[in-house]
């Protein structure tokens, strides 16, 4: 699916929008003045190399006094620069194998690319030991014929708990770089289901507002102005169909910023169904029973990655997957019905 023919030249970063990254805040002594933005954030930040560093940079993810600026820009002393930082989870040769179901939708010796459930945590993190998808990748490929060419493979891309559908994991250290470049490149395709309240206005349309952490609450994110803590977000959306109190929509993420579909669809006026942070009670305050207990029975917000397009990594050959809706959202759609 295409919005448009921008499709392929998007800003997909390698910021999962559906993870809450690490932030840093550095104030640029004296010693410090003069030096690249680049070269100072490498030396800062733990296990950050300096091509990583210049990726995020790159894809707006440092802000200096509060701007925007390039890799090689020379600090002055008394600058604040400000990062949100993903940082990469453990390779899944770190990981404890555990038995647990996953749909594989494509494999081949460089990646694999898999349909994650809803109420599945992409990998451990604070409080989450184990029970993860890479708990479960890792006893997949252990189990692979030793040549599929596992080593040190890693989650290129994360969603969140609570959302479905697809992604891609590489299986060797050299796709997995090449597919990290991809997403800095902005070069990735990733479209999502959303069912939202209320019925959208316009059959189709964009969301170019700046997302920053919110000024309130630190864990969450919100629409910001540029040079206030806001960083560039575009998203595409367009009406699938539409019920009563709800609207179905396919949304292309043009950006990957923190929660950016979820943030931008609630700054519309229109939050996901399901979604406990940023829905502003609407499930709550559904006037029809059946549909509030159905709401709360979901147990999932009602978003879903359908569509994932990328070139692969070794052969530059373009792949594109597709994942249906789930049973639990068909279901949800047909009681609408």
């Known amino acids: 699916m295409t919005f448009n023919d921008e499709t392929f030249d998007g800003e997909a970063t390698g910021v ?55 890799p090689a820009h020379k600090l002055r002393a008394g600058e604040i620069v400000e990062v949100e930082y993903a940082e990469a989870p453990p390779p ?19 990646l694999a690319v898999v349909n994650k459930p809803a109420n599945l945590v992409v990998h451990p993190g604070a409080g989450v030991a184990s029970g993860t998808l890479a708990n479960a990748l890792a006893f997949h490929f252990q189990n692979l014929s030793p040549r599929s060419g596992l080593h040190r493979p890693g ?7 609570n959302t479905s559908g697809l992604m891609v994991v590489a299986k060797t250290s050299a796709a997995h770089e090449k597919l990290a470049e991809e997403f800095a490149a902005r070069r990735v395709f990733k479209s999502y289901v959303a069912l939202v309240h209320g019925r959208v206005k316009e059959e189709a349309g964009r969301i170019d507002q700046p997302i920053g952490r919110d000024a309130r609450h630190r864990t969450r994110m919100a629409v910001r102005r540029e040079g206030n803590g806001g960083r560039h977000a575009l998203s595409l959306y367009r ?16 950006t990957g910023r923190t929660h950016q579909i979820r943030v931008h669809l609630a700054w519309l006026k229109h939050p996901v169904v399901g979604d406990e942070v940023y829905g502003a009670g609407r499930d ?35 792949l594109a997957f597709t994942a249906p809706l789930p049973a639990e959202l068909i279901n949800f759609l047909q009681l609408l019905d």
């Open 284 to 318: 709550g305050n559904l006037p029809d029973a059946n549909l509030r207990r159905a709401v709360a029975a979901l147990n999932r917000q009602f978003l879903h990655a359908e569509h994932l397009g990328f070139s692969h990594p070794r052969t530059n050959e373009q």
């Open 92 to 110: 899944l040769t770190d990981i404890t194998p555990e038995n647990i179901p996953i749909e594989i939708v494509y494999e081949d010796d460089d």
């Open 16 to 70: 999962e929008e559906d993870t809450v990254a690490s932030n840093f805040a550095f104030q640029v002594s004296e010693l410090d003045a003069g030096v690249r933005l680049d070269a100072f954030l490498a030396s800062r930040i733990a296990g950050a190399s300096r091509a990583r560093i210049k990726r995020f940079i790159q894809a707006g993810d440092v802000l200096v006094g509060n701007l925007i600026a390039k």
């Open 239 to 254: 009406v699938r169909a539409r019920y009563n109190r709800f609207s179905l929509l396919d949304v292309e993420i043009k």
């Open 155 to 161: 989650i290129v891309h994360r969603l969140d708990r």
